[in-house]
């Protein structure tokens, strides 16, 4: 196994951690479907680990050899591993949209993709055609008896858990109307004080209406019946990926970016292709109260930035307090660039921000908790919009610069005890999993389960590292057959699913 350089030492290292040609071929499709019982691991999976992850994310990077513009792009391709009494089975399915389903039956592009994806024939070929690709890409979440992928502009699709065949789109058993979207970045309240204590899924979408934009809200109890929904108004154009909630709120950043449709509508440039990042202007923080009564919201302001994803927040005192992950702009997607020539160097990394939003007084402070380079964070499921002590996060390998994400980070807020387990030079990470050991007491009482991909060998392996000591070798490392190309999001679920 590669353990080059330990963690302690990043801080002198020089060179890159990477090189571009290795992070490139992450990127490539994975167009077979499996399913396998894993035999070839390092370590033992840990009997008592009992469950299923399923994770999302776009498996195509080309339609019959055109190349998308983007991953964001990217077909969603469900990977799932079954773990069950030491053993684990993997299986992957494509998510059968109907763009999915007919761009294959064609073999070539058919749809222009939200971040630059183009049909074949130049902009006269796109002019007009306003129409995108439904991808269903960025997540999948077991709730109320479904398996639900999720991409935020449109509705969910359904998928039989056991097989993970698409049974289509899912309309909340009534709670979304046909064209409602419903974002990929649900959070679950452990007990809504709302419902008695009971579990509740609160989730939201985003719908531009001219020269103001609907934030929709919805609350779904544990039968996946949605219990509350309600809409709100806010000036000017949002671009929200993700959102926190506490027992009594949800809080939405809306970052200062504009948005002008002519590039798009002529066919020059994808309609994400069109939002610009605007410096000058401030971060909006909307609260929105989950109650009923005096359902009203309070907008902050904080200075310019952008947040893909939040950590968590919570209450304390007259504050909410919030942990994200911060840009100092909206890189900007080129519609002649190639995603695949990066300059990583050029671009600020994401770092991870406390605020403070003081509800009293509409007052926001901002501290720096870690500089290094990071994204995707993960927290104990129980403590989402509590108090909390640990984070996971994918991270760089070095301890400064913006680089792909190489390395795991467990951050103690109580002492500031930082931990890191790298998998550079030749691997790459992602969306690190927390997962709670059966009657555990202590928060970190559990494991991390990620996704890495391992240029050595050009295949992925499914980790399981020991959260209390995150910087440790694994405890196993379960490695696959092939690749999974790069992935976005997953969740976990201790009911066991296997074909
Ligand atoms: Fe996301």
């Known amino acids: 196994m590669q353990t080059f350089p330990q963690p302690e030492n990043t801080s002198t290292i020089t060179e890159k951690s990477y090189t571009r040609e290795d992070w490139q071929t992450g990127y490539q499709s994975l167009k077979q479907e499996f399913d396998y019982w894993i035999e070839d691991i390092e370590g033992e999976i840990p009997p008592e680990l009992n469950g299923t992850l399923f994770r999302n994310g776009p498996g195509l990077l080309d339609i019959n050899g055109q190349n998308i513009h983007h991953?964001?792009?990217?077909?969603?391709?469900?990977?799932?591993?079954?773990?069950?009494?030491?053993?684990?089975?993997?299986?992957?399915?494509?998510?059968?949209?109907?763009?999915?389903?007919?761009?294959?039956?064609?073999?070539?592009?058919?749809?222009?993709?939200?971040?630059?994806?183009?049909?074949?024939?130049?902009?006269?070929?796109?002019?007009?055609?306003?129409?995108?690709?439904?991808?269903?890409?960025?997540?999948?979440?077991?709730?109320?008896?479904?398996?639900?992928?999720?991409?935020?502009?449109?509705?969910?699709?359904g998928l039989d858990p056991q097989t993970l065949d698409t049974l289509g789109k899912d309309y909340l058993d009534g709670g979304l109307a046909a064209g409602d979207a419903f974002s990929a970045h649900p959070r679950c309240d452990p007990s809504s004080h709302l419902d008695g204590g009971e579990p509740c899924l609160v989730?939201?979408?985003?719908?531009?209406?001219?020269?103001?934009?609907?934030?929709?809200?919805?609350?779904?109890?544990?039968?996946?019946?949605?219990?509350?929904?309600?809409?709100?108004?806010?000036?000017g154009f949002a671009f929200i990926h993700d959102f926190v909630i506490t027992p009594n709120y949800c809080i939405f950043f809306q970052n200062p970016v504009s948005f002008n449709p002519l590039p798009f509508v002529t066919g020059m440039a994808g309609a994400g292709q069109c939002v610009k990042f605007q410096p000058n202007k401030p971060t909006r923080i909307l609260i929105i109260p989950r109650k009923h009564k005096n359902r009203k919201i309070k907008t902050l302001e904080t200075q310019s930035g952008f947040v893909f994803h939040h950590v968590n927040a919570f209450e304390q005192g007259n504050e909410i307090i919030i942990d994200s992950v911060c840009y100092e702009s909206l890189p900007e997607i080129e519609p002649g660039a190639d995603f695949r020539q990066v300059d990583f160097d050029a671009i600020a990394p994401g770092k991870l921000w406390r605020f403070h939003l003081n509800i009293e007084d509409g007052t926001v402070k901002k501290k720096l908790i870690e500089s290094r380079c990071c994204e995707f964070p993960s927290i104990h499921p129980q403590n989402v919009g509590r108090d909390y002590r640990y984070l996971y996060i994918g991270a760089a390998h070095a301890a400064t610069g913006n680089a792909p994400l190489q390395a795991f980070q467990k951050i103690d807020l109580e002492t500031g005890e930082k931990q890191v387990w790298s998998i550079a030079p030749r691997g790459f990470g992602g969306e690190p999993i927390f997962v709670p050991r059966s009657n555990a007491t202590a928060e970190d009482d559990g494991w991390v389960l990620a996704v890495i991909y391992d240029a050595e060998h050009h295949r992925s392996d499914v980790v399981i590292l020991d959260a209390k000591d995150l910087h440790r070798q694994p405890i196993a490392r379960l490695h696959l057959k092939h690749h999974i190309p790069y992935g976005l999001h997953g969740n976990f679920t201790d009911k066991v699913f296997v074909s």
């Open 203 to 235: 989730n939201f979408s985003i719908k531009p209406t001219g020269l103001s934009t609907t934030i929709t809200v919805f609350e779904l109890d544990t039968t996946g019946k949605v219990i509350r929904k309600h809409l709100h108004s806010v000036p």
């Open 71 to 157: 991953p964001f792009d990217g077909d969603g391709m469900i990977s799932r591993v079954t773990f069950t009494n030491g053993r684990a089975h993997f299986s992957n399915r494509y998510v059968r949209t109907p763009g999915y389903v007919e761009e294959q039956k064609a073999g070539k592009v058919l749809y222009r993709g939200v971040f630059g994806t183009q049909k074949p024939g130049g902009w006269l070929a796109n002019l007009f055609d306003l129409k995108n690709k439904e991808i269903a890409n960025t997540s999948v979440i077991y709730w109320g008896g479904k398996l639900l992928a999720l991409w935020e502009a449109s509705e969910p699709y």
